[in-house]
């Protein structure tokens, strides 16, 4: 049975929304048990007009911040369960907005939880915003689904960009996490607690990093690229931890790249040839495009003839993606080849 967290492991910055009955009772029910609302005010140390406005008089009444209704379900456990509570609690967000109907609770500790990590960490953004980017619509319809498994009926905004699609989501995602798993968002590391969690989870992580930063190389290879060399080399070890039979499958490098913003270095990651049967064995992609490329590239020093002619033929009229997963050579193999062959222009 998976491991649960009820609204006493939440962080204390995110708000409840409890059903209108439940909310009215609960509030009488504290208030008897101190004697009046302001011998509850004097309890809590909450002042009694911030009470009534949260349960009575505001437009944005019975909405709740959860430091506050813990502390008020402590004052009359002996009557409520943390269930009981949770049971009746109708939304959840942060800054008093509600962005999770009918939430999930409590929180059930699943694979999915870490693959919603691996991506934010990724192709994620978690600062102003908390946002995943990603060109892949498979990869965005099943972050979505994920969080809807994991938290409920959440708000997402889905965004078209010039490349891809943005899913904007609710601070209260990013903040459950980082307090439950103690993970710094902005240090980028590996979470530590992966290390002491059974493998379908670290499974789960690394699907979403390798979807999200991985790249077929060759016949038999994946790099993983990013500028965080830290991250790598702890994924590294993660890796070699918990699947002791990709060890000596993997290796680091270091290259350099130009971009607008000046010269980059950037961190690779490579998983070889036995090391990616296992991953495909093992743990697999959810990117169906992967799925696609995984195992179908011919050696790259080999061209057949009839290649040459569908690249001639074809190159106008199919992206180099299409041409890619059509006649089985990595999109880097193609673009070489048209060079030579005098192809100026490719999609």
């Not at 049975?1 to 009488?28: A, G, R």
């Not at 101190?34 to 002042?47: A, D, M, Q, T």
């Not at 007009?49 to 506050?68: A, D, E, H, M, V």
Request: proline share 3%; with cysteine; net charge positive.
């Amino acid at each position: 049975m998976n491991k649960e967290y009820h609204i006493t492991d939440f962080p204390d910055n995110v708000y409840m929304k409890l059903n209108n009955d439940f909310s009215e009772k609960f509030f009488k029910d504290c208030a008897d048990k101190c004697g009046s609302v302001i011998g509850l005010s004097r309890k809590i140390n909450y002042n009694r007009g911030g009470l009534y406005q949260i349960f009575k008089y505001s437009k944005l009444k019975r909405r709740i911040p959860n430091w506050l209704l813990i502390k008020m379900f402590h004052l009359i456990e002996d009557k409520y369960s943390i269930e009981d509570i949770e049971k009746n609690i109708d939304g959840m967000g942060v800054y008093r907005w509600t962005v999770i109907k009918n939430p999930k609770l409590p929180l059930e500790e699943t694979p999915e939880i870490f693959n919603i990590i691996g991506h934010l960490m990724c192709d994620g953004c978690v600062s102003t915003a908390t946002a995943y980017f990603n060109n892949k619509v498979c990869l965005i319809k099943m972050f979505k689904e994920k969080l809807s498994n994991i938290f409920g009926d959440i708000k997402v905004n889905t965004v078209k960009r010039p490349i891809g699609y943005a899913v904007y989501i609710s601070h209260v995602v990013d903040r459950l996490l980082g307090h439950i798993y103690s993970i710094n968002w902005r240090s980028e590391e590996v979470p530590k607690i992966l290390h002491k969690l059974p493998k379908k989870y670290t499974f789960a992580f690394l699907r979403a990093v390798i979807d999200d930063e991985g790249t077929f190389c060759g016949r038999w290879s994946i790099r993983c690229s990013m500028k965080n060399e830290k991250f790598i080399r702890e994924l590294k070890k993660l890796i070699e931890e918990k699947i002791p039979e990709m060890r000596g499958e993997l290796t680091i490098t270091k290259m350099h790249q130009k971009t607008k913003y000046g010269k980059v270095t950037m961190t690779n990651l490579w998983i070889k040839t036995r090391g990616v049967k296992f991953y495909e064995r093992v743990i697999g992609f959810d990117d169906e495009t992967q799925k696609k490329y995984l195992g179908m590239f011919k050696p790259n020093g080999v061209w057949y003839r009839k290649d040459i002619e569908f690249l001639k033929k074809n190159y106008k009229g199919m992206t180099a993606e299409e041409i890619s997963l059509k006649i089985g050579r990595t999109k880097r193999a193609i673009y070489s080849k048209s060079c030579l062959l005098g192809i100026s222009k490719m999609n």
